[in-house]
Nanobody, 123 residues
Framework: VQLQASGGGLVQAGGSLRLSCTASGNSFANYSTAWFRQFPEKEREFVASLHWKGEWAYYTDSVRGRFAVSTDSARNTVYLQMNNLKSEDTAIYYC?????????????????WGQGTQVTVSS
């Protein structure tokens, strides 16, 4: 499966963006999906994920209550809605997928990765 991330851009602090991750080559059904982000010269860090059953979502503490992950199976797309953005959210965001995954927060829990999309929040 190939993942294509999009939706990044420049936004003012307090604003919103919605990132999309569309799968091709296979359905997202039965996949755990996740979003990670990477700051300059730092390792990729977990942001949010969905259990493959879609019943459980997980968030890192710094985004809980501001970000929401969701899926549209008809469009084979996973979204990350980001509200009340802060300058510290500025990073490259990556989507990831794992068949029958449980929504792991570790990057090695995902075998498929999309290219990054840059999110820049100006203060």
């Amino acid at each position: 499966v190939q993942l294509q991330a999009s939706g990044g851009g420049l936004v003012q602090a307090g604003g919103s963006l919605r990132l999309s991750c569309t799968a091709s080559g296979n359905s997202f059904a039965n996949y755990s999906t996740a979003w990670f982000r990477q700051f300059p010269e730092k390792e990729r860090e977990f942001v949010a994920s969905l259990h493959w059953k879609g019943e459980w979502a997980y968030y890192t503490d710094s985004v809980r209550g501001r970000f929401a992950v969701s899926t549209d199976s008809a469009r084979n797309t996973v979204y990350l809605q980001m509200n009340n953005l802060k300058s510290e959210d500025t990073a490259i965001y990556y989507c990831a997928g794992q068949p029958y995954g449980t929504g792991a927060s570790r990057s090695n829990g995902y075998v498929y990765w999309g290219q990054g999309t840059q999110v820049t929040v100006s203060s």
